[in-house]
């Protein structure tokens, strides 16, 4: 069946070091996925997102990396911020231009001071 | 401020009661979204609609009725429901077409306890 699945439950990290947020998937017909952040009390917010034509895409302090032979997404943060604290999902759609997203468990981001 | 407005916040209900979440977004999206966020669990997602029209139900119980009047405007009617129904439920829009398939625009949220 269709999963999407997150390494780590929660990651702490020192402030100013990166993160990096893994996931697998499994239904390699899914051609977009995104990365959210939730933070406590407030829903999913859109972060980055990266079609299956590509390897990798920056955004601000964030990047995205798709490897399709092994069907896994990362999600690297550069020097975490306080900020940074949340949880991250990370999602795939495998209907094409649809919302219907499926997503992962999530990782809890925790940034030391 | 996401332009996808929930209410309300927090509800609080007994199993025989009846009551209903509202969503209302103001991006002109066309299609509208109820997702349930249980604990230790991945969003899942409940209903879609698009243009107006239910297009998934995602083998959702019955005691779980959406409505959607228009594009901007999503309600989910809620009647004898249970314990293990608490949870967040997430409102959320998108627009079919556009230039970012697939991404959506999540509302803050309703917390629902049954009791």
């Known amino acids: 069946g269709e999963s999407v699945g997150l390494h780590l439950p929660t990651l702490s990290v020192q402030e100013g070091d990166n993160s990096i947020i893994n996931c697998a998937y499994s239904n390699s017909a899914s051609d977009y996925f995104i990365w959210y952040k939730q933070e406590s009390g407030k829903g999913p917010q859109f972060i980055i997102d990266i079609r299956s034509n590509m390897d990798k895409r920056q955004g601000q302090r964030v990047t995205v990396l798709l490897n399709k032979t092994v069907k896994h997404l990362s999600l690297q943060i550069a020097a975490t911020q306080p900020g940074d604290s949340a949880v991250y999902f990370c999602?795939?759609?495998?209907?094409?231009?649809?919302?219907?997203?499926?997503f992962g468990q999530g990782t809890t981001l925790q940034v030391k001071p | 401020e996401t332009g996808v407005t929930q209410t309300p916040r927090h509800l609080v209900m007994g199993m025989t009661n009846k009551k209903s979440l509202k969503c209302e977004q103001h991006?002109?999206?066309?299609?509208m979204y109820w997702y349930k966020q249980s604990a230790k669990k991945p969003l899942e997602l409940m209903f879609v609609y698009n243009f107006k029209e239910q297009t998934e139900n995602n083998s959702v119980p019955s005691r779980f009725s959406p409505e959607c009047p228009n594009s901007s405007h999503l309600f989910l009617h809620l009647h004898t429901l249970q314990p293990e129904d608490s949870a967040l439920y997430l409102c959320?829009?998108?627009?079919?077409?556009?230039?970012?398939?697939?991404?959506?625009?999540f509302g803050e949220g309703s917390r629902l306890t049954v009791l």
């Open positions: 991006l002109g999206h066309n299609a």
């Open positions: 999602a795939e759609n495998p209907s094409g231009n649809t919302g219907k997203l499926i």
């Open positions: 959320a829009s998108s627009q079919p077409g556009g230039s970012v398939a697939g991404e959506l625009f």
